[in-house]
C-alpha cells in the first residue's frame, strides 16, 4: 500500500505533519546517530548516509497524504527496523525500498551503487508494474507471490515489507473510510498473521488493533473506555499480583528471575469476547505475566512452583519448549486460578527466547556485528515458507494462491505424530487427508483412510493434539471432488484440484474428439480426416494454438460440436450452409466418460428412459429425460442439443428418486429400507415430511441399474402393508 504523493492541505492532520515534522537531514540523522551508532559501524553509517541521499534525490518533488516530504517515509521504515537492530543492507534497502517503483531509479542503478544483495530486496518488495491485470484483487495477489517467491530466498524481504505496511497503517488517517476499511481488511488478513508466523508478535499486536480502529471503529472505541475506566483500579492489583508471584518464587531460592506485568491489546480482548460470546465486564484474564529465566530447567521448576501455589485451568497449558512453534518461538504457557479469583495467563522463558519471542527471525541480527548469516535466519521459518509456497508453484492463478495464503496464516496449529514418532504440525481443522498430504503427496494422493490411534478412521476425520496418525494407502486409489470437501490444507487442495484439472482435461480431449466426429461426418458427407490446412485456419480463426484445445473446448461445452462442424464445412468449401443433417445418429452413452457428462439432478435420467443431451459451458454435456421441463426451452436451440441414447451394456448403477407414502405404523420405515437393500440397492439421501393426507412422506434418492431394476424395487415396495403410494418423482 502506497499512499499517493500529493498533499492534502485541507487535512489537518497532514497540516501539521506538514509544519511540525522535521527536515529529512535531521531524521535521518537521529536514526544514524542514535540507534544504528549503538551497533553498526562507522563505515556502515556512511555507506546508509548515501543511501538516503539516493533515495531523497530520487523521491524530491514527491509528497505524502500525511503532507511530509515522501522521504519521511522511507526514514521511518528504516527507523523501524533499526529499532530491531537489522542489518545496514536491511536498513539500505529500507530506505531505496521504493524507488524502483516509484521514481525513475532502476534496479540496475541500485546493483551499481549498493550492490546486488541490496537490489534483490528493493525488488522483493517492489510491486510488479508492468503487468496488467484484469482486476485490483488479482494484481495484488501476484505481488503476494513475488514477495513470498523473494522471501523464501532471503527473508529479509518480508521484515523490511512489514515494516512499511507497519508505518503505512499508523499513517492511515488520512485516507478515505472506504480506502482505510479495504487496506486495513487486506492487512488483518495477511501481513499480521505472517508477522505473527515470523515471530514479530509486537508488529503484529500493533497491526492488529490499527486494522481492529479502522474496521470497527466504535468497538474500538467502547473497548478502549472500557480498558480505561478499569485500567485505574486494575493497576493496584496487577502489582499485588506480580508481588505473589514474585514472593513464590523468592521462597524457593530462584536467584536470578524478572517478572512483568502486561494487558492483552484492545484486538486481543475483542477476539476473546467474540470467542467465549461475552461481554468486557464478564472477562477476567485480560492481564498476563511473563517470567524470564536463566535456563531451560529453570521453566520447568518456575511451572511447578507456579502449579503448586495456583490451581491450574484444565487444558489450558501448552508446551512451546519442547515442540518450538514453526517459527522457532518458544516458551510456556499455562492460565491459572489467581488469588483474587481472576484467571491469570503466565509465559515462562529464557532470556534468549524472550529476544526471539519478541523479534522473531529479526532476533538472529542483534547479536551480529555487520557479518549476517541470512540463512540462520531463512532456517527458522524455512519449513512454513516451503509448505506455502509449493502451493504457489502450481496454482492456477494468482486469487487461488491468496485463497491458499489465508488458509495457511491461522496461527492455531495441532501437533500429530507419525508410526516413528516424528512430529508433524498442521493447522487446527486439518483432517486426515491433509495429513496424508503432509506426509508426502504420493500418500495423499493414493490414501483410502487411515489409522488414528490404532483405530480405523475415515480421511474427514479431524485431527487432535497428540493423535498418533497411521495412512492407510491403496494403488487404486485417486483423488475425487469430494475430497475437497474436507481438505483443509493448501497443499492438500491444490494437489488434488490440479489432479482434477488434469482429467478432466484428458476426459475432454476424448470426448470432445467423439463429439466432433460425430458432428462432422454428417456435415461432411461421411468424410471423417480434416485436411491440415483447413485445422490451421480454423485455430488462426477461433485464435486457438493447437487442435487439442479445441477439443478440449468441444469436450467442455464451450463450443458446439455442430457449430464447430459448420465451420469446418465452410473452410472446405462445402456447400452445406442450411446445416440440413439427415439420419444423424445418437450419440452412445457409455457411462465412463468421467467428468464430461453430467446426469441431471432435476429428473435423474437412468438406462431404459428417452434422454436428450444440452451443451452446458464448462460442464460438457448434461443429460436429462426427453419429458424434463427444464429443458423445454433449450429445445428450441437445436444447437445446443444432441442426439444421445444408452450402451446396450451398462454395468453402472445411477441415482433416481422415489417418493414413498407410508401409513404410520411400527416398523414402517425400516421395511422399506429393507426391500431397498434386498433388492440390491443403496440409499443415497431421505427426506421425510408429513403429508397432507396425514400420511407420512418420504423422498429416497437410490442407486439402480436400469428401468426395469426400478420397476422391480417399486414393486417389492408396494406389497408392504405400510405403503399407502410409492412413485419416482422428478423435478
Request: proline share 4%; glycine share 6%; charged share 25%.
Amino acid at each position: 500500500m502506497k499512499a499517493p504523493k500529493r498533499s492534502q492541505a485541507s487535512n489537518p492532520a497532514a497540516v501539521a505533519r506538514r509544519f511540525f515534522s522535521p527536515s529529512p537531514e535531521k531524521a535521518i540523522r537521529a536514526v544514524c546517530e542514535g540507534r544504528l551508532a549503538a551497533y553498526l559501524s562507522r563505515e556502515a553509517i556512511d555507506e546508509i548516509y548515501s543511501a538516503f541521499h539516493f533515495a531523497e534525490q530520487a523521491h524530491r518533488g514527491q509528497v505524502r497524504r500525511t503532507g511530509e516530504h515522501y522521504i519521511h517515509h522511507p526514514i521511518e521504515v528504516a527507523d523501524t527496523l533499526a529499532e530491531l537492530q537489522m542489518d545496514s543492507r536491511s536498513i539500505i534497502a529500507a530506505l531505496l525500498h521504493d524507488v524502483i517503483e516509484d521514481t525513475q531509479a532502476s534496479k540496475e542503478d541500485i546493483v551499481e551503487l549498493f550492490g546486488e544483495d541490496v537490489a534483490l530486496l528493493v525488488d522483493g518488495v517492489s510491486k510488479i508494474g508492468q503487468i496488467q491485470f484484469d482486476s485490483k484483487e488479482q494484481a495484488e495477489a501476484e505481488n503476494f507471490r513475488k514477495m513470498l517467491m523473494a522471501m523464501s530466498k532471503d527473508v529479509r524481504v518480508m521484515i523490511i515489507k512489514l515494516a512499511d505496511r507497519l508505518h503505512n497503517m499508523r499513517t492511515l488517517e488520512v485516507m478515505e473510510p472506504a480506502k482505510q476499511r479495504r487496506i486495513s481488511k487486506q492487512t488483518l488478513e495477511i501481513y499480521a498473521p505472517i508477522a505473527e508466523r515470523l515471530g514479530l508478535y509486537h508488529w503484529a499486536r500493533e497491526l492488529q488493533d490499527l486494522c481492529f480502529r479502522y474496521l470497527y471503529p466504535k468497538r474500538h472505541h467502547a473497548i478502549s473506555k472500557a480498558i480505561k475506566q478499569r485500567e485505574g483500579n486494575r493497576k493496584l492489583i496487577v502489582e499485588k499480583l506480580k508481588n505473589s508471584i514474585q514472593e513464590t518464587l523468592d521462597q524457593s531460592h530462584l536467584d536470578e528471575f524478572s517478572v512483568y506485568g502486561r494487558r492483552k491489546t484492545v484486538f486481543s480482548i475483542y477476539k476473546k469476547m467474540v470467542e467465549k460470546r461475552r461481554s468486557f465486564s464478564e472477562l477476567h484474564d485480560i492481564y498476563g505475566f511473563r517470567i524470564i529465566v536463566p535456563k531451560v530447567d529453570d521453566c520447568y521448576r518456575v511451572l511447578g512452583l507456579i502449579h503448586n501455589a495456583y490451581k491450574p485451568i484444565p487444558g489450558r497449558f501448552a508446551d512451546y519448549v519442547a515442540i518450538p512453534k514453526a517459527n522457532g518461538y518458544q516458551s510456556l504457557h499455562t492460565v491459572v486460578f489467581g488469588p483474587l479469583g481472576d484467571n491469570i495467563e503466565v509465559q515462562i522463558r529464557t532470556l534468549e527466547m524472550d529476544h526471539v519471542a519478541e523479534s522473531g527471525v529479526a532476533a538472529h541480527w542483534i547479536y551480529k556485528s555487520g557479518n549476517v548469516d541470512t540463512q540462520t535466519s531463512n532456517d527458522l521459518a524455512r519449513q512454513w515458507l516451503l509448505d506455502l509456497l509449493d502451493p504457489a508453484h502450481h496454482a492456477g492463478s494468482p486469487l487461488e494462491f491468496l485463497e491458499h495464503l489465508k488458509t495457511d496464516l491461522y496461527p492455531d496449529e495441532v501437533y500429530v505424530f507419525t508410526p516413528k514418532g516424528d512430529i508433524k504440525k498442521m493447522p487446527r481443522g486439518s483432517t486426515a487427508l491433509d495429513f496424508a498430504f503432509a506426509v508426502h503427496t504420493d500418500v495423499g494422493m493414493h490414501c483410502t483412510g487411515a489409522r488414528i490411534n490404532k483405530s480405523l478412521a475415515s480421511l474427514p476425520t479431524v485431527l487432535h493434539n497428540g493423535d498418533r496418525v497411521e495412512i492407510i494407502t491403496a494403488k487404486v486409489s485417486w483423488p475425487n471432488t469430494a475430497w475437497l470437501n474436507y481438505a483443509v490444507t493448501a497443499k492438500a487442495r491444490t494437489s488434488i484440484r490440479n489432479f482434477l484439472k488434469q482429467q478432466t482435461e484428458e476426459d475432454a480431449l476424448k470426448f470432445g474428439k467423439r463429439l466432433l466426429a460425430g458432428a462432422t461426418k454428417q456435415r461432411l458427407f461421411g468424410r471423417k480426416r480434416i485436411n491440415k490446412s483447413v485445422q490451421n485456419a480454423l485455430l488462426k480463426e477461433l485464435q486457438l494454438e493447437t487442435w487439442s484445445d479445441l477439443l478440449i473446448d468441444v469436450g467442455l461445452g464451450h463450443r458446439l460440436p455442430d457449430m464447430v462442424a459448420r465451420q469446418i464445412a465452410q473452410l472446405s468449401d462445402i456447400d452445406n450452409s442450411e446445416g440440413k443433417i439427415l439420419g444423424q445418429e445418437a450419440l452412445v452413452i457409455r457411462g465412463s466418460e468421467g467428468l464430461l457428462i453430467t446426469y441431471s439432478r432435476c429428473c435423474h435420467p437412468i438406462p431404459g428412459d428417452p434422454i436428450l443431451g444440452t451443451f452446458t459451458a464448462g460442464h460438457g454435456l448434461v443429460v436429462h429425460t426427453s419429458d424434463c421441463p427444464n429443458i423445454t426451452e433449450l429445445k428450441k436451440q437445436p444447437e445446443r442439443c444432441l442426439m444421445v441414447d444408452w450402451d446396450e451394456k451398462l454395468d453402472k448403477y445411477f441415482p433416481v428418486k422415489l417418493k414413498v407414502k407410508l401409513r404410520h405404523s411400527l416398523g414402517a420405515f425400516a421395511e422399506v429400507a429393507t426391500v431397498i437393500a434386498e433388492n440390491e440397492s443403496n440409499i443415497n439421501h431421505v427426506d421425510s415430511q408429513e403429508g397432507s393426507d396425514s400420511l407420512l412422506q418420504i423422498d429416497f434418492v437410490i442407486d439402480v441399474k436400469d428401468r426395469v431394476h426400478l420397476a422391480q424395487i417399486v414393486k417389492a415396495i408396494r406389497h408392504k402393508p405400510s405403503v399407502a403410494k410409492v412413485e419416482r418423482k422428478k423435478g
